[in-house]
């Protein structure tokens, strides 16, 4: 059977939000975090009107804290893992090529993004949320993240070079290897490779902190801020876009964010696009209201809401690394 994987504005059925478990990984930012991911949870369930959310906890304690702090709206499971980056670690559900029959799991190898992180059970929680679910599992044998890359729906993916070719991923797989993996993995028959993701981005430059699709055939990159660390990379970044054919659509970049003196990957670009929202991180930059704007104009029809990510990002990532959508059959 040929799969594709569905674009992110395609109808879900719920998503899966990974909630901050771990005190030692979190240490103080512990339950800001949480409250943040909860505020996430919230603005994707719209007041009913979105997919359900289901919060994924990796012990009762957290189970317990999530189920308090969310209330009814959102159901609460438990299932070990290493951390919350269930975009990466969790199963991408596909649809046979017609978009019709059972959706299907598809599991990755995980290994810590090229070794930086190897916690516990993050080469597990794919698995067993997929079995929990009771959705169908296909084994894909070969080292793989979905913030790596982005779909528009129709076969086309944008990746960027540092990840999927790094050697700390699939030292044996060539381009053209990785894009038959694709192809075969995903449905994925189009390949737009950009180069470098962001500055100090520890998954060697996931695309989903740099260029998302929000619509066939059309890609949002962002505009360099004044001092903005990754202009370089934003001007590349669109030439290549607009160098394979694509509509470049120009969105604000937050520009240069610090914590502790260490320029960080804050970006827009780490949205959710829900049934009824599209949610977007914000990180107290002047650009923060503009970004939202920008991207309910690109949404419309879906309420866009920003939501402060401060917290979150103390751990790497951001609303759309802490999420997977599971797309309606």
């Known amino acids: 059977m040929t799969y594709r994987q569905p674009a992110e504005w395609a109808p879900h059925d719920r998503v899966w939000i990974g909630f901050p478990s771990h005190g030692e990984l979190w240490e103080d930012d512990l339950v800001p975090a949480q409250e943040e991911v909860v505020a996430f949870a919230q603005a994707v369930d719209a007041d009913g ?25 959102v159901d609460v499971v438990t299932a070990p893992f290493g951390d919350i980056w269930l975009r990466d670690t969790g199963p991408i559900i596909v649809h046979d090529a017609a978009g019709q029959g059972v959706p299907t799991a598809m599991d990755f190898g995980f290994n810590g993004w090229g070794g930086k992180y190897d916690l516990p059970h993050d080469d597990t929680i794919g698995r067993a949320l997929a079995e929990a679910a009771r959705f169908p599992v296909k084994t894909c044998d070969w080292i793989f993240e979905g913030g790596a890359i982005d779909v528009d729906g129709t076969g086309l993916v944008v990746t960027t070079e540092q990840c999927l070719l790094n050697p700390n991923r699939n030292p044996y797989l060539s381009r053209g290897d990785i894009e038959a993996r694709l192809k075969a993995d995903l449905g994925l028959d189009r390949v737009l490779w950009l180069g470098n993701g962001l500055l100090n981005d520890h998954t060697d430059g996931h695309v989903d902190n740099l260029a998302r699709f929000v619509g066939e055939g059309r890609i949002a990159i962002p505009e360099p801020a004044t001092n903005d660390p990754n202009e370089a ?13 694509l509509e470049v659509v120009g ?3 937050p520009g240069l964010v610090e914590r502790d003196g260490e320029i960080v990957p804050a970006s827009y670009m780490n949205f959710y696009v829900g049934n009824a929202a599209v949610v977007v991180p914000v990180y107290g930059s002047v650009n923060d209201d503009a970004a939202v704007a920008a991207f309910g104009a690109l949404f419309p029809g879906r309420k866009a809401i920003g939501i402060r990510a401060d917290h979150i990002l103390t751990g790497g990532g951001s609303l759309h690394c802490i999420s997977q959508q599971i797309p309606t059959a």
């Not at 934003?234 to 394979?244: G, L």
């Open 49 to 73: 009107a979105g997919e359900r959310v289901v919060l994924v906890a990796a012990n009762k304690q957290a189970a317990k804290d999530a189920l308090a702090m969310a209330g009814s709206n």
């Open 233 to 245: 990379i934003y001007r590349d970044t669109a030439a290549r876009a607009r160098a394979f054919g």
């Open 251 to 253: 969105v604000p970049s």
